[in-house]
Every structure is written in C-alpha cells, then in structure tokens.
C-alpha cells in the first residue's frame, strides 16, 4: 500500500467512507474494459474531499454560532433569574420558623394557641 492511498483511506475515513469502491462509476469485472478515464476518479475524490471538509467547517462554525447564542441568552437571563431565586429563598425562609429542632415544637405549639384564642 503506497502512502497516499493509505492517506486517501484514512482521509475519507474521517468522513465515515472506508472503501473506495464508491468513487468508482465503472465497476470492473475480469472481462471489461475501462470506460471511465483515471482522472476522472481522481478529479472527483481531490472535489469529494474539499465539499466533506468544507461541510464540515461550517457545521462546526454552526454549532459554535449556536452555542454562542445560547450562551448570550443565557447570560442575559441570569440576573432576572438570581433575583427570583433570592425573592423564593426570602419567602420560604419567611414562612418557617427560626428556632431550632427541639424548641420549635414549642413556639409552634405556642402561636398556634395564640391564634385560636384571637
């Protein structure tokens, strides 16, 4: 196997193509000519490989692209959202008691009387 085969092969295997049977238009048999000149599989494997790695720079500048948006959105949200939780956190803290395990049996049961006896 020469060097720019094995370049070839591993080239377009990046791609997800392991054989190079698919560049071929005429497929040979013992007993046919050639009908497809050597250049012209040479010629579409030089465009094939340019388009598949063209292809693939844009849809990974895509990809960038639309992490970056995301990420911008993201970020401009972020303050509303820091102050929502707070204004949560303020309110569920509001809403328990402050004293400790043992002694908020107590002072429940304590404003609980205060309240029936209004």
Known sequence: MNPILSFELL????FGQTTTDQTQIDKMTPNTTRTQPYWTEYLFKIVFGIYMLVSVVVLINLLIAMMSDTYQRIQAQSDIEWKYGLSKLIRNMH?????????????????????KVR
């Open 11 to 14: 080239f377009f295997a990046v």
């Open 95 to 115: 809403r328990t008691s402050t004293a400790p395990s043992p002694m908020n049996l107590v002072t429940t049961w304590f404003v609980w009387i205060v309240e």
